[in-house]
């Protein structure tokens, strides 16, 4: 007897790329209304009681992607439930949680620019950033867009498990005494795509200062290079855009 189509887990799956769950809502923003996608799975979360097999097959698809601001309105007990199903976050300003996400592909964190806005704090992003190693493409903002307002210092450690990534942009960030070359150095195996835009205090001598620090002994050499001899350049092999 022939199995009915949608009890193959396989094909509930294909439908439910096609359930809407999102939808386009107006939002005042400093006085204008600006449209929004917002998240309202309320047809998705119909289809997902029909059986077990729905649920188990639908679940992971609905909670895919976490997105704010289109997702300020769950309740964060309810973002701290599903979040180990993320695949994709995007942050635009983004409020502190519990996130349980380790396995994430893409990862976006930019600042909402707006006086009153609130942000991430740069604890909860680093976390996200450092218990994904998976990541493929990390989007992030160093700091908010005001002139007069330091930059955050890059820390290399924060990219050291990031053996996957292909795609990275930094925004606003302080490069300084050789950070940027580090960062860069840390990710260069596998990266296809840089972007930098307004990393400051990068100097050109920065590439014969930015060693790599040695991870085992406490004598300070740096890991694979004789006393008196600096480690110059910055290899990075697969980049193809450069921007």
């Not at 289809?47 to 997105?67: A, D, G, M, S």
Request: charged share 25%.
């Amino acid at each position: 007897m022939a199995t009915h189509p949608l009890k193959i887990p396989e094909v509930v799956a294909l439908v439910g790329h096609f359930l809407p769950f999102w939808t386009l809502e107006l939002k005042t923003y400093q006085g204008d209304d600006i449209p929004h996608n917002c998240f309202r799975p309320h047809n998705f979360h119909s289809c997902i009681l029909v059986c077990k097999l729905w649920y188990r097959t639908l679940l992971p698809i609905l909670w895919r992607e976490y997105f704010y601001p289109g997702m300020e309105d769950v309740p964060p007990h309810v973002i701290e439930q599903h979040s180990v199903l993320f695949r994709h976050f995007y942050s635009y300003g983004g409020v502190d949680g519990t996130f349980n996400c380790t396995s994430l592909k893409t990862l976006t964190l930019e600042y909402d620019n707006d006086w009153e806005a609130l942000n991430m704090s740069l604890q909860v992003q680093k976390q996200l950033i450092r218990m994904n190693p998976s990541l493929e493409s990390l989007e992030w903002d160093g700091s908010p867009l005001a002139p007069k307002r330091p930059r955050t210092r890059l820390d290399a450690e924060d990219f050291r498990m990031l053996s996957s990534l292909r795609h990275l942009r930094l925004s606003r960030w302080d490069g300084s005494q050789g950070l940027l070359v580090k960062v860069l150095r840390v990710v260069a195996r596998k990266l296809e795509d840089m972007d930098i835009q307004e990393v400051v205090d990068f100097t050109e001598s920065d590439l014969t200062t930015a060693l790599h620090t040695s991870r085992d002994g406490d004598d300070g050499q740096v890991s694979g290079v004789s006393a008196g001899e600096q480690e110059t350049g910055l290899e990075m092999p697969r980049v193809k855009t450069l921007r």
